[in-house]
């Protein structure tokens, strides 16, 4: 029974770690004001670029490099289109994530001819797992052994480094003179503007951190979590890194847990199959599939209560002129 | 004389037709795409066969979604395109309407039946080879656990697994059988991400062969295996190229074959309509033996599944099919 609680947690790290990325990116892009539904395309772009970067220079950090501008590029699109030119910021996401679905996979036929998809990544092309100091040593140390060494070992850098993230970006959001700039713009630009701050400039920086965040969760997933690049192998993860941003109220932490929650529903429901339930039978897949989407609806309308959005969020910024 | 001319004007056009209609060949895939390294481009490494020996290019269509599954079959038709092949049980109904509405143009259904003058219905017997892969896993497994990982949770996917059941216990009767469903929608066979998901879990669970029939989900399963340093099995085409050493064996589906035949058979004038079930005896269906994986198979196991074959093929082993009474009891 723990050994199988423990396997699901560690799943639930695999899981989870793009989600934790995304809406972290996500929730610099809202909390500066700009509504990002775009994180789904930047994540499928910048796995194909990281798969793409892998596969030519043989380098695993070469690839993450590649995915990240990437992903900063199509953000800066993003910011060029709703910024700039104050655009339908749901549009101009539509926009990108329709735009690399198509784009990914006509780049890599032509690259590599092989139907869209890159070569397998192997090796040094690879992030792999990193075992932790003494993990193997403690391993037979009940309990906490078991914990140290299957839950907490054993997982590559960008899980670590998700995780690392989450403190990270409280401390940027809340702590310091960037943050503070960050969330005033995203609930009242106008006293930000008067305070002699351009309001432009700092919703650009914050969306070229949401092009990072998310270039580095596509080099997730398609340099470490698989070995390659599959057309729309995002399957949906930006969608609900989104859903999570707004679970977790636009703050990091419960964000975190948000997505952890997801995680831990995706590998109860891997396990969950064929299991036999006395007074039921069989688990049908289909029930264990609907699962995490009904627990999401269940709590946001039972526990989590009203989730307030960031006051000038999806609203152009326009300087009043006499 | 008049009518012996007039006769030839027409043998001549119908001849003519008859060839035009066979220099214009057609495949609609499947919404996993033509290069899943499994179903679809087996087909696909048909018609290449077929137009490196006769230069005649076919015409190729990959829908995006579903609903453009039946646009493109018409639009085949209407161009004059034949015989069109189309791939996959989900295309079924949309083969049933645009079949009816051009009764000129031939159909060839790869793995579902539709019951129209024009439309030739090439089905498998997957459980059959199935069971020999099961058998193969059997055989191979040390921790008496083995996995079946399926890609859409339909009929046709479980009758993979029910084929593969039936060949483990074969071999050995006290062996766990874990099997998964990747979801329930078409997606299944293409998410990679969560086969792998589904590997480790059932590696957690003592599984050390799992075999995948999901399309281009199974690649994320077989990279779990590599990664593991367990066994997995290919489906559809022979998969044993993906991971030398990892791959046991594919359970290897003619579909190259089958589109092959279809073009070839069209060319000659001597495509038929009607239902073919493709099964061991007919070569429809096997496992892959190469050097990617004969260092895998001791020549014991070798005669074994030789063994079984034959005894399959003369009916002394009965595989049950799960599509005949939607149960798996045997």
Redesign the interface.
């Known amino acids: 029974m723990f050994d199988t609680l423990i396997?699901m947690l560690d799943?639930t790290l695999?899981?989870s770690t793009p989600l934790i990325l995304a809406a972290l990116a996500g929730l610099y892009a809202e909390r500066s004001g700009i509504v990002d539904i775009g994180l789904e395309g930047k994540i499928l772009g910048s796995a194909f670029a990281a798969a793409a970067g892998a596969a030519v220079f043989g380098s695993a950090w070469i690839g993450l490099a590649c995915g990240v501008l990437a992903s900063i590029v199509l953000a800066l699109i993003h910011g060029f289109a709703c910024i700039t030119h104050r655009g339908d910021h749901i549009v101009s996401g539509v926009a990108i994530n329709t735009i690399v679905a198509g784009l990914t996979v006509t780049l890599g036929l032509d690259w590599f001819g092989?139907?869209?998809?890159t070569p397998?990544l192997s090796g040094d092309q690879r992030f792999t797992e990193i075992t932790l100091p003494f993990a193997d040593a403690l391993r037979d140390v009940p309990v906490i052994g078991q914990i140290y060494s299957n839950l907490l070992s054993g997982h590559n850098i960008i899980v670590y480094l998700a995780f690392l993230m989450v403190p990270a970006t409280y401390w940027i959001i809340y702590k310091t003179r960037f943050g503070l700039r960050l969330r005033a713009v995203g609930e009242n630009p106008h006293a930000v503007d008067t305070a002699g701050i351009s309001v432009a400039w700092i919703r650009y920086r914050a969306l070229i951190v949401c092009g990072i965040l998310c270039g580095i969760a596509g080099a997730y997933?398609s340099t470490a979590?698989?070995?390659?690049f599959?057309?729309?192998?995002s399957?949906g993860k930006g969608y609900m890194a989104l859903a999570a941003l707004i679970f977790g109220k636009w703050r990091p932490v419960p964000v975190l847990f948000a997505c952890l929650l997801f995680g831990f529903l995706?590998?109860v429901a891997?396990?969950l199959?064929?299991v036999v339930i006395p007074g039921m039978g069989e688990v049908p897949?289909?029930l264990i599939?609907v699962l995490p989407y009904v627990l999401t609806v269940l709590l946001l309308a039972g526990f989590i209560g009203k989730a307030v959005a960031p006051k000038a969020v999806g609203r152009p910024y326009v300087k009043e002129r006499a | 004389m008049k009518g012996i001319f007039l006769a030839t004007v027409t043998a001549l056009a119908v001849s003519v037709s008859v060839a035009h209609a066979a220099d214009k060949p057609a495949v609609v895939y499947d919404q996993a795409g033509k290069f899943d390294k499994s179903f679809n481009e087996g087909v696909y490494d048909g018609i290449m066969k077929y137009t490196k020996e006769s230069g005649v290019k076919v015409r190729e269509f990959e829908p995006k979604n579903e609903a453009q599954v039946e646009q493109g079959l018409r639009r085949l038709a209407k161009r004059g395109y034949s015989p069109i092949v189309a791939v996959g049980f989900t295309m079924t109904s949309s083969v049933q309407k645009v079949a009816k509405d051009f009764p000129n143009i031939h159909f060839t259904l790869i793995d579902s039946v539709v019951d129209l003058p024009n439309v030739e219905s090439i089905v498998f017997k997957e459980h059959e080879g199935s069971f020999l892969v099961g058998a193969l896993a059997a055989m191979k497994s040390k921790t008496g656990t083995v996995g079946f990982i399926g890609g859409m949770d339909i009929p046709l996917v479980r009758k993979f697994g029910c084929g593969f059941e039936q060949g483990v216990k074969y071999v050995a009767p006290n062996d766990t059988v874990i099997q998964n469903m990747t979801g329930s929608t078409g997606a299944a066979f293409n998410d990679p991400t969560k086969g792998s998901e589904l590997a480790k879990s059932q590696f957690s669970q003592g599984a050390d062969v799992v075999f995948a029939a999901a399309g281009g989900t199974g690649i994320g399963v077989y990279q779990a295996a590599a990664d593991a340093g367990h066994y997995a099995i290919g489906v559809d085409s022979n998969q044993n190229h993906l991971h030398p050493g990892v791959m046991l064996s594919s359970m290897v589906k003619r579909v190259d074959q089958a589109a092959y035949n279809t073009f070839k058979e069209a060319a000659a004038g001597e495509w038929k309509p009607g239902l073919q079930v493709l099964g061991l005896a007919e070569d429809g269906v096997d496992w892959a033996l190469d050097d990617n994986n004969k260092s895998l198979v001791s020549a014991d196991m070798e005669a074994k599944l030789a063994d079984i074959k034959a005894k399959i093929i003369s009916g002394d082993i009965k595989v049950h099919d799960y599509m005949s009474d939607s149960t798996c009891n045997y």
Do not use: F, S, W, Y
């Not at chain 1, 092989?114 to 998809?117: E, F, K, Y």
């Not at chain 1, 979590?225 to 390659?228: F, R, V």
């Open positions: 396997i799943a695999r899981v092989m139907g869209g998809q397998t997933l979590h698989n070995a390659g599959l057309k729309d192998m399957a995706d590998a891997v396990r199959q064929g897949v289909q599939e």
